[in-house]
């Protein structure tokens, strides 16, 4: 299996096979040229006219440049992407801000315990590696689960991608997973033992007796002035705890932060992406009536009369039909691209079928047609409002 970004083959195959995949006379063939430059539209386009020169007139029927190609693929892209690395650095941080908060404050409740390991002749350095392997224990284990936990939710994830992009199934790298465990481990690691430090410095008295309480002087003034306002005692002490310890509620804070940015991110990503679908969707209707299957019958027999149910005539006739039209899809090559183009043959009015219009007007004669915006950048033609 294979694709291609520019969706001009849906096969590929050898070239003894092409004479009994084609009808005679039908087909073409599609050659890809690497350029010696090929940074700049001017050199493509040199390039481009030293190749078809040698030809005949009117042997090749289109040219891409894959300066137009990547352009179209970074338009594609560029509504998700940004949305998606914010997210990805948005999760990023809040992880970093989760683990070192349960971190530190699992070793903070074990302030006693230190009071009694070095009572018993433990030396600080013995307590922070102590408190060290304490905390590697569960998050090695948390940190394989997630491992398998994020493989798992990421295979749902990355064929959608697959559809969306019309690549190659992607996989997660192994360096990812490299990189998850060393990150996550190293973060605990600094984390308990920068903790575990400070309750190991105390003095052995304080931490059996009081534990890592904070300085008395930190957070005096926030209480006097909390004292003066008409608050309820609990209130006022909730008021003044964040500055008796501020590195703990800078952490809180920045972890509530972000995970409000995070949460504001998911809703309107997803809310932008499903009014994206809908105007690609055009399924306004109600109801999507497809044409029938005819019976089979050998060339030249007669074939059994049958009556059409998608006749204009007869979906009119339908009790409780408002309005209606009639699509059929074909392909046509237009000159400037290769491969074939995709035309949606309308019968009726389809202004209503739930087409986004950028710009202009929708078709109202016959002949006419409107056309997306990559269309006009690849032909290289522009619109023109009468």
């Known amino acids: 299996m294979a694709r291609s970004v520019t969706g001009t083959a849906d096969a590929w195959v050898v070239h003894a096979q092409m004479r009994t995949l084609t009808a005679p006379g039908n087909g073409g063939y599609q050659m890809l040229y690497r350029l010696t430059g090929a940074d700049t539209a001017a050199r493509v386009t040199a390039g481009a006219r030293e190749v078809k020169a040698p030809l005949p007139a009117g042997a090749a029927v289109g040219e891409q440049s894959w300066l137009t190609v990547r352009r179209s693929a970074e338009r594609d892209t560029a509504l998700y992407v940004p949305f998606l690395l914010a997210f990805g650095a948005l999760g990023l941080v809040m992880s970093v801000l989760t683990v070192g908060n349960v971190v530190a404050a699992a070793v903070g409740t074990g302030t006693r315990r230190i009071g009694v390991l070095k009572a018993v002749g433990f030396t600080p350095a013995q307590v922070v590696r102590a408190y060290v392997g304490h905390?590697?224990?569960?998050?090695?284990?948390?940190?394989?689960?997630?491992?398998?936990?994020?493989?798992?939710?990421?295979?749902?994830?990355?064929?959608?991608?697959?559809?969306?992009?019309?690549?190659?199934?992607?996989?997660?790298?192994?360096?990812?997973?490299?990189?998850v465990v060393a990150g996550a481990l190293g973060l605990v690691a600094a984390t308990a033992w920068a903790a575990a430090w400070r309750a190991g410095r105390l003095r052995t008295v304080d931490a059996l007796a009081v534990g890592r309480n904070a300085?008395?002087?930190?957070?005096?003034?926030?209480?006097?002035?909390?004292?003066?306002?008409?608050?309820?005692?609990?209130?006022?002490?909730?008021?003044?705890?964040?500055?008796?310890?501020?590195?703990?509620?800078?952490?809180?804070?920045?972890?509530?932060?972000?995970?409000?940015?995070?949460?504001?991110f998911t809703v309107g990503m997803g809310a932008s992406l499903g009014e994206v679908m809908k105007a690609k969707a055009h399924d306004a209707a109600d109801a999507v009536v497809p044409a029938p299957l005819r019976d089979f019958a050998p060339p030249g027999a007669e074939r059994p009369a049958q009556r059409d149910e998608a006749d204009p005539a007869a979906i009119e006739a339908a009790p409780g039909t408002g309005r209606h039209y009639s699509a059929s899809t074909v392909r046509a090559t237009v000159g400037g691209l290769t491969g074939t183009t995709d035309v949606v043959a309308l019968t009726g009015d389809a202004s209503w079928g739930g087409y986004t219009l950028v710009a202009g007007r929708w078709i109202a004669r016959p002949g006419e047609a409107a056309v997306p915006s990559p269309f006009l950048t690849a032909t290289g033609t522009r619109t023109v409002t009468p």
Do not use: K
């Open 215 to 264: 300085s008395a002087a930190r957070g005096r003034w926030a209480a006097r002035v909390a004292g003066r306002l008409p608050l309820p005692q609990p209130v006022a002490l909730g008021l003044v705890r964040p500055f008796a310890r501020p590195a703990r509620a800078l952490a809180m804070g920045t972890a509530v932060l972000f995970g409000t940015v995070a949460v504001t």
């Open 135 to 179: 905390a590697l224990i569960p998050a090695s284990a948390g940190t394989v689960l997630g491992i398998i936990a994020g493989h798992l939710l990421a295979v749902p994830v990355m064929a959608e991608t697959e559809e969306a992009y019309g690549t190659s199934s992607p996989a997660v790298a192994p360096g990812v997973d490299l990189a």
